[in-house]
């Protein structure tokens, strides 16, 4: 069984401060990572995703993230937060091999604060 | 059209009603899901599809029922619904071999 937590489902930050979410999984086989992004009455658009390659992972808008297998974490991080970021974010994870459902945290819901 | 597609965009409904939300993917993949997605409840996968064959059924009510006529189109047909159905509902496609999938902009569902 796979699980993701998000923590804080809400967060907060000054317009170019640094944006931080959390993300930590439990899976029992290697995970396949994702973070996706989901404006007001709109679907999810994909960030960016970890498949076992690079432990630093960079996604569009200037989001990356870091898979630390020992913390089992993969936080969201963008240096410099833009009013254009605020949105839900959710972290998936999935098993992999191809037609596997993701299992989606919570959600954080990321204010911009002017 | 591009990417993946969902009809209707908003759906009301009574709980007698029978009603039908489609979707339909413009990328070649050969894998479809649907999630529900209710407030303050983390994202629900619900139907699994892989070759247009059914490959998961996450425990989901008989009132829900999918249909996979083939690669590019899913459909879930709804029948006596209940309020608590009310929700977002949201598709999504990927190819076989990969994971990243691609999420249409959903059907806002509410039952009356």
């Known amino acids: 069984a796979q699980s993701v937590t998000q923590l804080g489902s809400h967060v907060s930050v000054s317009e170019g401060a640094l944006v931080l979410l959390r993300c930590n999984y439990s899976?029992?086989?290697?995970?396949?990572l994702f973070w996706y992004v989901q404006y007001p009455n709109q679907g999810l658009q994909l960030l960016l995703k970890?498949?076992?390659?690079?432990?630093l992972v960079k996604g569009i808008n200037g989001f990356e993230a870091e898979f630390k297998k020992s913390e089992t974490s993969f936080h969201l991080t963008k240096p410099s937060a833009h009013m254009s970021d605020a949105a839900e974010y959710f972290c998936?994870?999935?098993?992999?091999?191809?037609?596997?459902?993701?299992?989606f945290g919570k959600g954080t819901h990321l204010i911009i604060q002017p | 059209e591009t990417g993946v597609t969902q009809t209707p965009r908003h759906l009301v409904m009574g709980m007698t009603n029978k009603k039908s939300l489609k979707c339909e993917q413009h990328?070649?993949?050969?894998?479809m899901y649907w999630y529900k997605q209710s407030a303050k409840k983390p994202l629900e996968l619900m139907f699994v599809?892989?070759?247009?064959?059914?490959?998961e059924n996450n425990s989901v009510p008989s009132r829900f029922s999918p249909e996979c006529p083939n690669s590019s189109h899913l459909f879930l047909h709804l029948h006596t619904l209940q309020p608590e159905d009310s929700a977002l509902y949201l598709c999504?496609?990927?190819?076989?071999?990969?994971?990243?999938?691609?999420f249409g902009p959903g059907t806002r569902l509410t039952v009356l």
């Open positions: 990328l070649g993949h050969n894998a």
């Open positions: 599809y892989s070759l247009e064959e059914r490959v």
């Open positions: 999504a496609s990927s190819q076989r071999g990969h994971d990243e999938q691609f």
């Open positions: 998936a994870v999935t098993s992999g091999g191809g037609a596997d459902g993701l299992t």
């Open positions: 970890y498949t076992s390659a690079a432990t």
């Open positions: 899976s029992s086989v290697p995970p396949y």
